[in-house]
């Protein structure tokens, strides 16, 4: 089973920046995708962004041009890089990897963003 830990939420005013960390039990090189999640108060979770073991990149149209994925090897963690928050935002945001063997989810954290 892998262990995914996040990190970096918090409460940040509008337009201010974030930097969320996920830190996998296992090299990453061993997931075929990993992602970005969030569920915002009464709506469903939704994929933010992710990005595929070749590097290839997708993103939520909500937030292009404002969030950046990224991923370290070398330190098993994958990033998400936010900003020019906006209260819309706000969610718990999970990470998650995909494999062959099935998925796994991150216990996820809070980002709050105040207008």
């Known amino acids: 089973q892998v262990q995914l830990v996040e990190s970096g939420g918090g409460l940040v005013q509008a337009g201010g920046s974030l930097r969320l960390s996920c830190t996998a039990s296992?090299?990453?090189?061993?997931?075929?995708?990993m992602g970005w999640y969030r569920q915002a108060p009464g709506k469903q979770r939704e994929l933010v962004a992710d990005?595929?073991?070749?590097?290839?990149?997708r993103y939520a149209d909500s937030v292009k041009g404002r969030f950046f994925i990224s991923r370290d090897s070398a330190k098993n963690m994958v990033y998400l890089q936010m900003s020019s928050l906006k209260y819309e935002d706000t969610a718990v945001y999970y990470c998650?990897?995909?494999?062959?063997?099935?998925?796994?989810w991150g216990q996820g954290t809070q980002v709050t963003v105040s207008s």
């Open positions: 296992v090299s990453i090189f061993s997931f075929d995708v």
């Open positions: 998650k990897i995909e494999r062959t063997a099935g998925s796994s």
């Open positions: 990005i595929t073991i070749g590097g290839s990149k």
